[in-house]
């Protein structure tokens, strides 16, 4: 799924090309797509862009009138651009075509479970609804980061990826902050140390930033064409059984539904093998504890 650092490219390159263009036509392929009917879909015809932002891992298009569309691509969703005007197509893995006046805006998803979503609103009132109350983790200090974090006692996995807690951290970017941060992503954030608030809320900062600059500078003025959540200059995340860039272990792996949590056992867990929640279970006693025993 698009994170924190995705949407911020997709944001910033979409604002190169249609804020302050009309979007002409905004055509719905799939009826699963748009989930309100209110203000209409032929309502955003028209209307010129006036801004646009991110709103944890969705991406709010602000028209004239006090018009909203936000878009949340889940985990197969994305963005095409073009400059050409749209095509018919039977392509089944478009979802919507945009027409602005500067080009063409194609969502598609692949697959074949379809999550992606657009909702089209009015006023701000409406468009609050789409906050879940996460802190921007790029706009605050350490000692907000530490009191939001504290403030419910929950593995700090699942606290940084909490929409609840931070705004924009998912899966992949968690497993890279923790992994920076030498941290298990089993760990309690009430069994936190100061010290440990320190390195996480530091490798939240460099992690995301270092994400950021580094699609700016792959992207440079064209368009993000490859948004994935498994990167090859990642360190942990999808990396399951390659060496640690830090110490040369075998990444190791927790997976729970569709979900796959990466971790380095000597870097983050003392050595400990953190229990996968099916695979353990099938194993019971046979199931190895520690890396060394894996390793043998």
Known sequence: ???????????????????????????????????????????VG???????????????????????????LMIAGRFRWTSAPPKPTRNRHVLATFTFSSGTLTLTE???????????????????????????????????????????????????????????????????IL?????????????????DITRVYSATQDVLREWIERMRDEVGDGFPEKVTAFRPEMAVHGKYGQPCPVCGTAVQRIRYADNETNYCARCQTEGKL?????????LKQDWPRRIEELEG
């Open 1 to 43: 799924m698009p994170e924190l650092p995705d949407i911020t490219i997709y944001v910033e390159s979409l604002q190169r090309r249609v804020l302050g263009q009309e979007l002409r036509a905004l055509d719905i392929h799939t009826p699963f797509l748009l989930r309100t009917v209110d203000p209409p879909l032929q309502s």
């Open 46 to 72: 028209g209307k010129r862009v006036e801004s646009l932002r991110r709103i944890g891992k969705r991406i709010a298009l602000a028209l004239a009138d006090d018009l909203f569309i936000v878009v949340h």
């Open 110 to 176: 692949a697959g074949t479970k379809k999550r992606a979503s657009l909702h089209i609103v009015r006023g701000a009132d409406a468009l609050r609804q789409f906050e879940r109350g996460g802190l921007e983790p790029l706009d605050i200090n350490e000692a907000a980061f530490a009191e939001r974090l504290r403030s419910e006692n929950h593995t700090i996995k699942r606290s940084l990826t909490d929409p609840r807690m931070f705004s924009g951290i998912g899966n992949a970017y968690s497993d890279e």
């Open 179 to 195: 992994h920076r941060a030498r941290l298990s992503p089993a760990k309690l954030t009430s069994r936190l140390t100061d010290a």
């Open 274 to 282: 953190l229990a996968d929640r099916a695979f353990s279970r099938l």
